[in-house]
Structure formats: C-alpha cells, structure tokens
C-alpha cells in the first residue's frame, strides 16, 4: 500500500490540473447544451453529410444527444485518453528518464509489484478524472432541466475503459523507450492521427468493421446512446486489450535492463 | 564469509563495454575501494550485482545470497547509493526518506534523524529546492538510514564540500567498526587511501589489480632521495630509473624495478643518506592506466 499511496501522491498534483482543466471545458460544453438542444437539430440538417457524419449525426437521436456524442463525448474521451497516456508514461518510463527508478528499484520490491501498483493508479485516476467530468456535465443539465439519459454514464465507462486500452498499450511500449519527452511525443502524435484517421473513415462513411483499427471507434458515443447499453464485444474487447497489454507488460519490465 | 562473492561475471553493452568475466571477493567487515575512471565498469558492476542489470555469464552472490535468483532480499539487507542519485522532488528529504523505510518496514527513526544532524541537513525542505550537496546527503541517509550490513556506495562523496567529505569518511569508518561491509567505489585516490582496507582496480571492464592499499602501494613504484658525500653518480641510465633530477650533492628519481640493481649502483658513490618512500595511490593507479603495469 504505501507504494500506491506513494504513485497517488505523485499524480495528485496532475489529477488537480486535469480535474480543473477539464471542468473548465465541460462546464463550458454543458452552458452551451441547452442552445444546442433548442437549435442545434436545424444546424446539423444544414451541415454537409460528411460532417453530419464525422459529428455522428444519426436518426433517432435527439439534438441533445447529438450535442452530446458529436462534441462533449468527443472532448472528454480525448482528454481521458490523453491522461491515460500521461499515467501510463509514468509508471516506468519517467522514472527511468529522471533516474529516480535507481531508488525505487533499490528498494526491497519487485518489479511486478511496482509496475502493478503504478498500473493501478492509472485506472484509478483515469476513472476518477471521467466520473468527476461526467458527473459535473450530467449535473450542470439535470440544473438546466435537460434530462441527460443514463447512457451517458455508459458512455463514460466505455471511454475509462478505452483510456485504460490505450494506457496499457502505452505503458507496454515505452518500456522499450527511456526518454521521456520523446514518448510524450509519440504517443501523443499517435493518437491524434488516429483520433483524425477516425473521423475521416466516419466522414467517408466507412462502416464500423472498417474502422476496427481505430481505438476510438470501441468507445463511440452513438451505439452506446441508441440502444441504452455498452456494445459488449467492444467492451469485451477493451478489457481484453487492456489485460493482456498490462499482463505482457509484467515479464518486460522485469527483463528490462536498466543501466546507468 | 564474503559479503559480495562474484566469479566470472560478464555484462557487455553493444558498444562493447562493460564487465568482462570478473572475479571478486569482498570480506564481511570491511571496507572495499573499487577504483577506476569513468567508463571502465565500475556502476555496471555494482548495478548488476544489484539486479538492474541481468549477468550474461557468471554468478554473484551478495551476504550469502544469489544476486540475481533472490534480488529482493539482497536488497533489503544492501543500502545503495547510485552514482548521479534522484530522489523525488514534489517530496520534502523526509518523505522520501519515510517512504523508503516504509518500504524496507523499518519502524526506527532515529538513526534516520541521526545521520541528518550528523550530515547537518534540513530534511523538510522539499528535494527540489536543495543543492547537488544537499541532494546527495539525502540519497547517502537513504541508503544507510535502514542499517544495512552491506553498503554499496557509486562515487559517493560527488557533490559533497570537503567538510563533508571528512564527515562522510567518518561514517564510513564507524560503519566499519560497527562490522558493516562497505563496497565503495571512487576515482578520488585520497579517500580510497583514506578508508579502504583493500582496493580492486578495474579497466576495459576486467579487474587489473586486487590487493590491500598498502601492498598496491608497495608492488611498484617507489620514490628515492639521496645525497652523496662528493659527486652524485649518474644513475639514470640504470633500469627503471625515471624523473632524474639532481641539485648539488643530492639527486631523487623515481625507482620502477628491482631495488637490488639499484642498491649495488648506489654502492659505488659515497652515499651519506638514502630515502625509498612509496608513492601515493594515484601514481600507482595512474601506472595501471597508462598500461605500464599489467594486474594480478
């Protein structure tokens, strides 16, 4: 436990920034929801296809829920994901880049116990992040009188859980990386030209099988608002990716070489 | 019983340096100075005994145990000090401190405040704020706070201002009085004479010389003073006569051969006073170096 203790106290300060960064954006978002409810729906008929597409325009949605699948879905699924990543870099790679793996390692811990515990913050916080921002979204439109359906909560598991993916892929990689700023670099150039390879295939039309490489098609807003529920292969899927990213990441990390 | 005990250790990087098939053996109770220059081996070697780098060949065991096979026990019972030590920074000196001995499940604080007053360090401020110096009296607490029976040291004394330094040496002595093994490595000749009771000294990844300080001491080199009754002979074309220098009736050189020669050479003059004194450390490291000397 104080490992845990010790990797929350290190990401507290983090969580704070991202916490108050993010409130910031979705109080924002859900001030402009009740605009976007009134008005929104004549908006979206006048836009092209291809960005009624790219926003997830679908019939049987109502104007609110487009509001909420084609922007504050969006917005808040990127910035869990980015923080999954952050996490995930800091589980071994930072302390590898800033040296301080030299006095952790030299205590009486195995490595299996360290990444384990570190990998466990990660979910931790990346939930805790999601659940604050949804959870200050669906407050600010109960307080509007919106009426946010229940699937929004789903579609905030299903975006912890692809925050959660891409951390474990993350943190499975960058074991073979020591530099730091560098990972940032690419992890994050990864998942912007995935998260615009998305929207591409979205605005091409492109079916969901067709999109099956694209990370952020498992957490889609739309399936999620229409039929009430998590698509469960994808959420099978998700968890799988997940387990079995942070499982290999337990046996490299342990033949890990780490010299001076 | 040896504290460390390695027998053909190799760890090569690509570049092809490393350790190389080394064979060592440190005694429980003593203080081992393991010398040599930057690159030669010296963090690969502690760093592989201490299990962040895996050997690929050879066998180390540390207090009776397998270096590699029972890591985590070795390290409960080692304090390590690395070379360029990090501590967290967002922590003050005592929380990282707390947190390492929380981990080790060590309740005892007071050796911990012991060694602070004795280092004379303010462990509330935040690490980020303290100097290079401060840092590393923190990192030193840290690896001895616990009191392990082996203490592994990665140029310990980097940072440190000369009072310190001697404060340092201090403690490394009354750990050595205590019963404790300190494996200390060092480029810094003065404190290696200064404490250690054997010294290894490592280049190109091999072990080149094994041996008490003393005896290192005495297997090369020797410094020679002498001063004639009439005219000083010329001695250097004798062999193994080097830094010929002579003023008036005196002449002083450097002795690197038999002494035998040099005694039936002297002979021949009208020597009045003869001095043969050994050289300090760092000319016998600076002749393993520059590939005068080969090793043990």
């Known amino acids: 436990m104080t490992l845990f203790w010790q990797q929350m106290r290190a990401q507290f300060m983090g969580l704070l920034i991202w916490t108050g960064a993010g409130l910031l954006l979705v109080l924002g978002l859900a001030g402009s929801a009740a605009a976007a409810g009134a008005e929104g729906g004549a908006m979206f008929e006048k836009l092209p296809p291809e960005l009624q597409r790219m926003m997830g325009y679908q019939e049987g949605l109502s104007t609110l829920d487009l509001f909420v699948s084609g922007k504050a879905a969006v917005s808040m699924a990127l910035i869990l994901v980015l923080y999954g990543i ?33 990998t466990a913050v990660m979910v931790m916080n990346t939930g805790i992040l999601g659940g604050i921002l949804w959870g200050a979204f669906i407050a600010s439109m109960n ?9 929004y909560w789903l579609i905030f598991l299903a975006q912890w859980l692809l925050a959660v993916m ?27 030209a995935l998260y615009f390879l998305d929207l591409m295939l979205k605005a091409a039309g492109v079916d969901r099988i067709g999109r099956i490489l694209s990370p952020f098609s498992y957490a889609d807003p739309v399936p999620i608002i229409l039929e009430g529920a998590l698509p469960w292969s994808d959420t099978l899927l998700m968890i799988g990716v997940a387990l079995l990213t942070i499982g290999a990441s337990v046996p490299v990390f342990n033949r890990k070489q780490i010299s001076a | 019983m040896q504290a460390i005990q390695i027998q053909g250790l190799t760890r090569l990087y ?35 005994v201490l299990g962040f780098l895996k050997p690929q060949a050879g066998q180390a065991s540390v207090l009776g145990l397998d270096a590699v096979t029972r890591s985590r026990e070795v390290r409960r019972r080692v304090g390590y000090l690395p070379s360029d030590p990090a501590l967290y920074e967002f922590l003050s000196g005592r929380d990282n401190l707390e947190f390492a001995l929380r981990m080790r499940g060590v309740k005892d604080r007071i ?43 990665d140029e310990p004394t ?59 001491k005495k297997q090369r080199v020797k410094y020679v003073q ?25 002449a002083r050189f450097t002795m690197n051969g038999s002494l035998d020669t040099l005694v039936a050479e ?27 000397g080969g090793g043990k």
């Open chain 2, 226 to 250: 002498t001063e004639f009754a009439g005219e000083v002979p010329n001695l250097r074309t004798v062999a193994g006569v080097t830094d010929w220098q002579v003023e008036g009736r005196r």
């Open chain 1, 143 to 151: 307080r509007q009188g919106l009426e946010p359906l229940p699937a």
């Open chain 2, 111 to 153: 050796r911990m405040q012991t060694l602070a007053d004795r280092l004379e360090i303010d462990l509330t401020r935040r690490v980020k704020s303290l100097s290079r110096g401060n840092k590393q009296k923190v990192a030193i607490i840290a690896a001895l706070a616990h009191d392990p029976d082996l203490i592994i040291l």
């Open chain 1, 86 to 118: 952050v996490l995930a870099l800091s589980v071994v790679t930072r302390e590898v880049d800033r040296r301080t793996i030299d006095f952790l390692l030299s205590l009486p811990v195995s490595r299996s116990q360290v990444l384990l515990t570190r």
């Open chain 1, 166 to 192: 891409i951390g474990g892929i993350t943190l499975l990689v960058s074991l073979w990386i020591d530099d730091y700023s560098l990972a940032i670099k690419i992890f994050i150039g990864l998942l912007s």
């Open chain 2, 14 to 48: 690509k570049n092809g340096r490393g350790v190389n098939n080394i064979d060592l053996a440190v005694p429980q109770g003593s203080v081992f100075g393991f010398l040599g220059p930057n690159g030669a081996g010296k963090t690969t070697l502690i760093r592989t």
């Open chain 2, 266 to 292: 002297l002979s021949k003059g009208a020597l009045v006073d003869l001095t043969v004194t050994d050289p300090p450390l760092e000319e016998v490291f600076r002749q393993f170096y520059e590939g005068a």
């Open chain 2, 158 to 216: 980097s940072g440190l201002d000369p009072l310190v330094q001697e404060t340092f040496l201090d403690l490394i002595r009354q750990e050595r009085q205590r019963g404790k093994t300190v494996f200390m490595s060092s480029h810094i000749m003065s404190e290696v004479e200064a404490v250690c009771d054997q010294v290894g000294v490592i280049k190109d990844g091999r072990i080149v010389a094994f041996d008490t300080v003393a005896n290192l």
